[in-house]
């Protein structure tokens, strides 16, 4: 998984990701009758907290991509209109 590479999210979760889609595609692709009701078992029970693992990797990698862009925003002039005083702030536009 590229987002694993990226650091977007970690090896661990790249791996527990991975038997979903490797679930995934052994049902859609008609192999269901070969199931394994034990390793099925293991990804239901677990699917919480892969979920909840996801999400917070996926929340730290949004929480720094803002952090990044308001240090970028800092950096960005606030440029006045030119016809009075005033300051405008397009940072926000």
């Known amino acids: 998984m ?6 977007i999210i970690t090896e661990q979760t790249k791996n527990q990701l991975s038997k979903y889609l490797a679930f995934r595609h052994f049902f ?8 394994d009701e034990a390793k099925l078992k293991r990804l239901v029970d677990n699917v919480f907290e892969v979920f ?18 308001r240090g970028l ?21």
């Open 52 to 69: 909840i693992m996801f999400k917070q990797e996926i929340n730290n990698t949004l929480s720094r991509i803002i952090q990044i862009k």
């Open 28 to 35: 859609i692709h008609g192999y269901g009758f070969l199931l």
């Open 2 to 7: 590229l987002s694993a590479n990226k650091g």
């Open 73 to 93: 925003d800092l950096l960005t002039p606030v440029k006045s209109r030119g016809y009075n005083s005033k300051k405008v702030d397009f940072r926000g536009v």
